[in-house]
């Protein structure tokens, strides 16, 4: 059935044409339907639009038909309808022009890519995230007049700042933002519009670039000579209604990645609002160190703070329930890019961090069922994972924290550890706490010598069993050798404390599908480090103390930290293997450390032998009988061991690799030589014999690499 139906719609999917009539389609492009028939199109597809009357882009034509399924209609204002008729998109004029700028800045963006200009690669990079950001705010149509009005005149101000930096062309505005008519507007109060925003833009880039090189303007010296930085931190004070102890757990995380960049930094705080120590009282300083030039060009970082609640399962709970127990309560988040950038460089300046309490499941679920008819809950749930919590708090404009927060002073400091502590003694002394980052500067330096291990639990599943509701799971990890020895202080939750001898993990309530996203540093000797193996126990947490007395571990996994090629486990995610049977076999190392401890080992072993390893040492894996399941992240950052199994390697292959390298050696000192004789023939045929020979003839015997190279080189 062919049927009219002029309208403008969105490419929501791509369409590659099979037949010369058909029309190929691209995510974006804007097509506009002249008639459909039986679930078909037929259309003009506009490849280019015109972003504003007073800048013209050429409009290109092409007709054909495609799938319906594969646009989606767009609301618009059709003029004159029929072949001479106008349709004039329903949509913000501010939302066209960002889409049309969006789309011109990527093919420059890709061109700057190809051509290797990383600085203003990363700068159109900035400027893109920032225009994404804020067409997503205008397109949700839930921003009120006031704050529209005032969001217009940042986008336009960014639009016109990035067409600058790039040679586009100017786009003539009013006071308001909004692109002025070129039929409606007289030539002089275009030329003085022109020259007012000339200027303003100009005024613009000025700023930037004073902005962007302040790092080296205030002390060049110092910065220009290193390129590791540190963060400092003084946490001044923390402002809530808990009730209970606490642990504040911050840390650097990138948004945009939603990864963390270092290790946490720990405060313990008390029900009576201080520090648990009170000696700390006034003196709870941390500086983040290892970071390098790449950490402090990205787009976006943020300070993230973990607020853990350690007591009761329930605040209302009396004193016949459970305490102790590590329940999440809620975070607090920080944009510091402008004092990681150095635009923002005042250690006495108080920053205050807004706090977001999490709410339980249970209350969620009840609030779902009350207010769902009426409104949308924008509550954030205490099971989603860490890095969701921390995104929806950086993209919430505001925060409702009813006066709760932190008070923290930042300042970025030129140099690693020992540098900040002489050029900086009056902020960083040995009292202060050091949080590392998770992976190496840019430089290593002879005497740093690290071997720490980072494990994230990340989440798990567990089946029930007999209970009607989901069990509380509480995770304890621990560190201990092949005879079953447990590590004592090997575990580390942040920096500011002295290591643990075990780890408990949050526990959430009634949740089948956990997500902690919990990281601690596990630091042993070097040469431990083969002997040793990370071990998990899982058990309920009941909210009944007398329940809670005779629950026992349900469950036990483990890795070896080094695997048995000499290799070290591989960075990565983990799914680990829960083990169940009697608790005495969970704690005798030598019952379960010839099993296999991931999901992948156990495959691997299974495939050659055709043998099923379930019934092995009295366990149980989970794998066929239930459908419980434990997943870990691993990094380690260590200057002695390593992931790679060449490096480790037997004597007769390393001899083998060793001249190899020789051999490879050799021919490029051959060819460096050869190429160099010749243009030295070309330029001065009159040189003497002996350098125009072998210039390696006449060098001593004892010569080193170092010299052969500086003589083949330079001389």
Request: include cysteine; proline fraction near 4%.
């Amino acid at each position: 059935r062919l049927c009219w139906s002029p309208a403008r719609r969105q490419t929501i999917y791509n369409y590659e044409a099979v037949q010369d009539v058909e029309l190929s389609l691209q995510v974006g492009d804007t097509v506009h339907i002249l008639e459909m028939y039986e679930g078909r199109c037929s259309s003009q597809g506009l490849w280019e639009e015109n972003r504003s009357k007073s800048r013209s882009f050429f409009k290109f034509y092409i007709c054909g038909i495609f799938p319906e399924t594969y646009i989606h209609l767009k609301e618009a204002i059709v003029k004159d309808r029929g072949q001479h008729e106008t349709v004039i998109p329903s949509e913000l004029p501010l939302g066209q022009e960002l889409t049309a700028t969006l789309r011109e800045w990527a093919v420059i963006w890709h061109r700057l890519y190809v051509n290797n200009k990383t600085t203003q690669f990363r700068h159109v990079q900035q400027l893109t995230y920032s225009l994404i950001e804020w067409r997503s705010q205008i397109l949700s149509g839930t921003l009120p007049k006031d704050e529209l009005a005032e969001l217009k005149k940042k986008v336009t101000a960014k639009i016109d700042y990035g067409n600058r930096i790039l040679g586009l062309d100017l786009v003539v505005r009013d006071d308001n933002g909004n692109i002025l008519d070129p039929d409606e507007t007289s030539t002089i109060s275009l030329f003085k519009a022109h020259e007012t925003a000339s200027k303003r833009i100009d005024e613009r880039i000025q700023e930037e670039k004073s902005l962007q090189q302040s790092l080296d303007l205030r002390g060049q010296p110092i910065f220009n000579s290193t390129h590791t930085y540190s963060l400092y931190v003084n946490f001044k004070n923390f402002v809530c209604n808990i009730g209970e102890d606490a642990e504040l757990l911050m840390s650097l995380y990138d948004p945009d990645l939603s990864k963390f960049i270092s290790e946490n930094y720990l405060v313990r705080w008390g029900s009576n609002g201080m520090p648990k120590e009170i000696e700390k009282l006034n003196n709870l300083q941390a500086v983040f160190t290892d970071l390098s030039s790449s950490d402090l060009i990205r787009p976006r970082i943020s300070l993230v703070c973990q607020i853990v609640r350690v007591g009761h399962m329930e605040l209302k709970d009396g004193k016949k329930h459970t305490c102790g127990l590590r329940r999440p309560f809620g975070v607090a988040v920080m944009d510091i890019t402008d004092i990681i950038h150095g635009k923002v460089d005042d250690e006495e300046k108080q920053h205050f961090i807004p706090f977001q309490q999490i709410a339980m499941e249970t209350y969620i679920r009840q609030r779902q069922l009350i207010m769902s008819p009426l409104i949308a809950s924008h509550v954030i749930g205490e099971n989603e994972p860490l890095t969701s919590v921390f995104n929806k708090v950086i993209a919430a404009k505001e925060v409702n924290h009813k006066g709760q927060g932190l008070w923290v002073s930042l300042k970025l400091l030129p140099g690693d550890l020992a540098q900040v502590q002489k050029d900086f003694s009056h902020l960083v002394d040995r009292s202060t706490a050091v949080a590392r980052k998770m992976g190496f500067p840019e430089i290593i330096l002879p005497g740093d010598v690290r071997n720490d291990i980072y494990v994230t639990l990340i989440q798990g599943e567990f089946d029930k069993g007999k209970k009607k509701t989901p069990k509380n799971v509480e995770v304890t990890m621990s560190v201990h050798d092949e005879d079953g020895n447990l590590q004592e202080k090997a575990i580390h939750p942040g920096a500011g404390y002295e290591g643990v001898s075990e780890y408990k993990s949050v526990v959430y309530y009634q949740v089948k599908q956990p997500c902690w996203y919990e990281t601690v540093k596990v630091a042993i000797a070097i040469e431990e480090v083969s002997r040793c193996h990370l071990r998990f126990t899982f058990r309920h947490r009941s909210s009944q103390e007398s329940r809670d007395r005779s629950e026992r571990a349900f469950g036990m996994g483990f890795v070896k930290l080094m695997n048995a090629d000499g290799t070290t486990l591989q960075d990565g995610k983990h799914n680990l293997i829960i083990y169940k049977g009697d608790n005495k076999k969970m704690e005798d190392a030598k019952s379960y450390l010839t099993l296999p401890c991931t999901k992948t080992e156990m495959e691997e072993k299974e495939a050659p032998s055709g043998k099923n390893l379930h019934s092995l040492a009295n366990f149980t894996p989970t794998k066929d009988s239930t459908k419980d399941s434990f997943q870990i992240a691993t990094v380690i950052c260590s200057t002695k061991l390593t992931q790679n199994g060449r490096a480790c390697a037997g004597d007769s292959s390393k001899t083998e690799l060793l001249f190899a390298a020789l051999k490879a050696l050799k021919y490029l000192f051959r060819f460096i030589v050869q190429s160099r004789v010749l243009y030295l023939r070309w330029v001065q045929p009159s040189l003497p014999g002996p350098l125009l020979g072998n210039p390696l003839e006449f060098l001593p015997v004892n010569t080193t690499k170092t010299d052969i190279l500086h003589q083949i080189l330079y001389h």
